[in-house]
């Protein structure tokens, strides 16, 4: 019966579900796995990068800066990726040149929740394929959210996407706490990782970004990577 209802993104089953919206968490739960910790004094992204030996890893980054005080990392399809941060992009110039002031963090959060919603409801588009952790740091402090393809969003203290999530998300639950610093929120987010990951873990095929208290994101250099990896063994 369902069947019918597959390749139709505007209209519900029997059951009261978009089923191309599911499909398009499917494609989230098969990419590979990121999170996000805040701490009280910031928040840290992780992710797998596993490429191809003969790819240029400088060449393709996961963990992106929307703003200078807002970052973001994705599970899922990654062009689908790049077309939300440069629409985020876009509209943070927009809100810049019309107030002269940073979008806050919740404002890029809507903003890009808005776009995802807008493409389960019309025809000739899909779904995006992906899900955002978004991570920023303004007036009101560290601010962790996650955004989903129906166009959801909700704010979180550590969460986790993609293939390896619910392995992630119970690991995070037995390791996190509301006092721990930034310091500790990068080595638990390595620890989340390690814990599943498949083969060796180097610093050239995982990422990390952070914000702290000085608002401006950055994603680490391998370098940097290499030196937590080391003090973690």
């Known amino acids: 019966m369902s069947e019918q209802y597959s390749f139709s993104l505007t209209t519900f089953s029997h059951s009261g579900k978009l089923v191309q919206i599911e499909y398009a968490l499917h494609a989230v739960s098969q990419g590979s796995t990121a999170l996000a910790i805040k701490a009280k004094n910031g928040i840290v992204l992780a992710t ?9 890893d400088k060449s393709i980054s996961k963990i992106n800066l929307l703003t200078p005080h ?21 509209k943070a110039e927009a809100y810049f040149r019309l107030y002269k002031d940073p979008i806050p963090v919740v404002g890029m959060v809507k903003e890009l929740a808005t776009i995802m919603q807008e493409f389960t409801q019309s025809g000739g588009v899909r779904p995006f394929g ?21 166009g959801s969003y909700w704010a979180w203290k550590a969460s986790a996407v993609g293939k390896d999530m619910v392995r992630a998300k119970t690991f995070l639950e037995k390791r996190y706490s509301d ?3 930034l310091e500790d929120a990068i080595h638990t987010a390595i620890l989340t990782l390690k814990d599943g990951f498949e083969g060796q873990m180097t610093e050239h095929n995982i990422e990390l970004g952070i914000i702290g208290p000085d608002r401006q994101f950055r994603v680490l250099t391998t370098a940097q990577v290499k030196d937590y990896l080391t003090v973690i063994g």
Do not use: C, F
């Not at 797998?48 to 240029?56: A, C, G, N, S, T």
């Open 70 to 90: 807002t970052g973001m990392v994705y599970a899922g399809m990654g062009p689908d990726s790049r077309v939300l941060l440069r629409s985020g992009r876009k």
């Open 130 to 150: 992906v899900s955002l952790l978004i991570a920023g740091y303004d007036e009101k402090g560290p601010q962790l959210y996650q955004v989903d393809p129906s």
């Open 179 to 181: 006092d721990m610093d």
């Open 48 to 56: 797998e990068k596993k490429l191809p030996p003969l790819i240029d």
